[in-house]
């Protein structure tokens, strides 16, 4: 009973000792690499604010509202899946305090998709009382893959400086026991830059408009990777 009892004792220790072992125990190297990309924005958000603020020559915000859609249909936008709805209040202080009609407004987002048509939109709007327009922010479409991209070609990166750093010492990686990423991406623009530069062009008559020749600074996306390399 006893023999049997070490043994089992031996073989306990054993596998607790397995279990417990981690990369640590291992000898290894730590690289970290990254890689980035510049890519122009596709996605541009446009906020709309529209309200009755104009007491003397009161236009309704229904009004407003009618030639926004006018204005932006004329310009073979998809009202349905490009306009939402983000807000919608009244001024109800105003309304007790001077017995006055209630001062409603509303706020639109707008989805467009390159710059020449934001800037036919603000000057569009703008030419039919409704100036409040801004850009909201921007994106680009297929960031997850762009992201997944540069991820490969920081480990690829990693894996080569390794390489690099251990062939002197005639010693070779293994493989990767420990990885960790990290992504980021940065909406790189000056909005009151772009939205200055439209306004200025909004002054003429809208058939003499030209679209003005406005580009968003590119957006940066970058990957990080941290790998422990096992090595020979």
Do not use: C
């Not at 926004?68 to 007790?96: C, P, R, V």
């Not at 894996?159 to 750093?165: D, S």
């Amino acid at each position: 009973m006893k023999k049997i009892t070490w043994i089992a004792l031996l073989f306990f220790t054993a596998f607790s000792f397995a279990q417990n072992k981690t990369f640590l125990d291992v000898s290894y190297m730590e690289m970290s690499a990254s890689a980035d990309s510049l890519v122009s924005p596709d996605r541009i958000y446009l906020s709309i604010f529209i309200n009755e603020l104009d007491e003397k020559n009161k236009i309704s915000v229904e009004e407003l509202e009618a030639k926004m859609m006018n204005e932006l249909k004329a310009l073979q936008i998809d009202t349905k899946k490009q306009l939402t709805l983000s807000d919608l209040g009244s001024n109800f202080k105003k309304y007790f305090l001077k017995k006055k009609d209630v001062i409603k407004n509303k706020k639109y987002s707008l989805q467009l998709f390159d710059t020449q048509t934001a800037g036919k939109v603000i000057v569009a709007l703008e030419e039919v009382g409704i100036s409040n327009v801004h850009i909201e922010k921007t994106e680009y479409s297929k960031i997850e893959a762009l992201q997944l991209a540069l991820r490969t070609k920081a480990m690829q990166r990693a894996k080569i400086q390794a390489e690099a750093l251990l062939k002197p010492l005639n010693q070779k990686i293994k493989g990767a026991i420990h990885i960790t990423e990290n992504n980021s991406s940065g909406y790189l623009y000056s909005r009151n830059a772009d939205v200055h530069e439209v306004m200025v062009m909004s002054k003429s008559l809208k058939e003499e408009y030209q679209a003005p020749d406005i580009e968003f600074k590119p957006i940066n996306v970058k990957a990080f990777v941290f790998v422990k390399f096992a090595i020979e």
